[in-house]
């Protein structure tokens, strides 16, 4: 299932707006909501998925490992950010790139480190008991490696966390070398920790 959250793009302009300053709320909360409906509709056993995304479904997967913690059996994030205001901090404020960023994250909603701290799944790793995969690409220059490397550093012997580089791939993981390595370890990781019935 690939749910379509507020801040998605492809459903006009005002579907995309609504979810500036929700990043890490309504739209892990839209997520959620489609989790749920799943379930209602017996698509998938109550307590048995795994979450994967990319970019900010990576993101999003990791988010949805503390939210919904009781059906997210394990998480898989390629290229996924893991620290939000780290990420808005490698980018020139004064930028359209980081307007873009501190507009989408809504970054005046918060007035301390304890409410930043809510929306970052590298703070909050000690709360994971889920196994993760994070798969990340050496050349991304949208979700720069430091993502990974700070989330990689706050799981770092967790049961069940595991990261792998992708090389010298970039952020839309190109080439069917990569895209195939992702698969690859992204079924092993599946096969170990949530076989299909």
């Given at each position: 299932?690939?749910?379509?959250?507020?801040?998605?793009?492809?459903?006009?302009?005002?579907?995309?707006?609504?979810?500036?300053?929700e990043?890490?709320?309504?739209?892990?909360d839209?997520?959620?909501?489609?989790?749920?409906?799943?379930?209602?509709?017996?698509?998938?056993?109550?307590?048995?998925?795994?979450?994967?995304?990319?970019?900010?479904?990576?993101?999003?997967?990791?988010?949805?490992?503390?939210?919904?913690?009781?059906?997210?059996?394990?998480?898989?994030?390629?290229?996924?950010?893991?620290?939000?205001?780290?990420?808005?901090?490698?980018?020139?404020?004064?930028?359209?790139?980081?307007?873009?960023?501190?507009?989408?994250?809504?970054?005046n909603?918060?007035?301390?480190?304890?409410?930043?701290?809510?929306?970052?799944?590298?703070?909050?790793?000690?709360?994971?008991?889920?196994?993760?995969?994070?798969?990340?690409?050496?050349?991304?220059?949208?979700?720069?490696?430091?993502?990974?490397?700070?989330?990689?550093?706050?799981?770092?012997?967790?049961?069940?966390?595991?990261?792998?580089?992708?090389?010298?791939?970039?952020?839309?993981?190109?080439?069917?070398?990569?895209?195939?390595?992702?698969?690859?370890e992204?079924?092993?990781?599946?096969?170990?920790?949530?076989?299909?019935?």
């Amino acid at each position: 299932m690939q749910p379509n959250f507020r801040g998605s793009s492809g459903y006009g302009q005002d579907f995309r707006n609504a979810g500036f300053g929700e990043f890490g709320g309504k739209m892990i909360d839209d997520i959620a909501d489609a989790g749920g409906w799943a379930v209602s509709q017996g698509l998938v056993a109550e307590d048995a998925y795994c979450i994967a995304g990319a970019s900010y479904g990576g993101y999003a997967a990791l988010m949805m490992g503390l939210k919904d913690k009781a059906r997210s059996r394990c998480l898989v994030s390629v290229n996924g950010v893991t620290q939000p205001f780290a990420h808005v901090g490698a980018f020139e404020l004064e930028s359209e790139t980081g307007q873009y960023w501190e507009r989408y994250l809504g970054l005046n909603r918060f007035d301390s480190e304890a409410e930043r701290a809510v929306i970052s799944p590298a703070a909050r790793a000690g709360e994971y008991d889920q196994p993760i995969l994070i798969l990340h690409a050496e050349n991304d220059l949208v979700v720069r490696t430091g993502q990974a490397r700070l989330m990689a550093s706050a799981l770092d012997g967790k049961p069940g966390f595991r990261s792998v580089s992708l090389g010298e791939a970039d952020h839309y993981i190109g080439g069917s070398d990569v895209r195939a390595q992702v698969l690859r370890e992204t079924f092993a990781f599946l096969n170990e920790n949530h076989p299909a019935r």
